[in-house]
Nanobody, 121 residues
């Protein structure tokens, strides 16, 4: 079982930046594809970004392209989501997810508890 923990959320003004991190308890994420998702109460979960394992190819949802960047640290222990030019519409609970299989926009085996990001106007 892989336990994922998100960190770095909080409150920021529109136009500001936040950096979220995802770590796995007791192991690295080097051999996992990792995705970030977000959800607002009453709405469907939205794919935000993902990074493959091996190639480290990255993928983004249309609403965050050009503003968010997903990356691994050099030791491949954590995966971060750098969020720039934040908008009130980015307010949501953000979830980290991982899978040992191919990267995708929806199929993940392990999920974190989620972390709140609030962007004020």
């Amino acid at each position: 079982q892989v336990q994922l923990v998100e960190s770095g959320g909080g409150l920021v003004q529109a136009g500001g930046s936040l950096r979220l991190s995802c770590a796995a308890s007791g192991r690295t994420l080097s051999r996992y594809a990792v995705g970030w998702f977000r959800q607002v109460p009453g709405k469907e979960r939205e794919f935000v970004a993902a990074i493959a394992w091996g190639s480290d190819n990255t993928y983004y949802g249309d609403s965050v392209k050009g503003r968010f960047t997903i990356s691994r640290d050099s030791a491949k222990i954590t995966v971060s989501l750098q969020m720039n030019s934040l908008e009130p519409e980015d307010t949501a609970t953000y979830y980290c997810a991982a899978t040992e299989y191919i990267v995708s926009r929806s199929e993940y085996d392990y999920w974190g508890q989620g972390i709140q990001v609030t962007v004020s106007s």
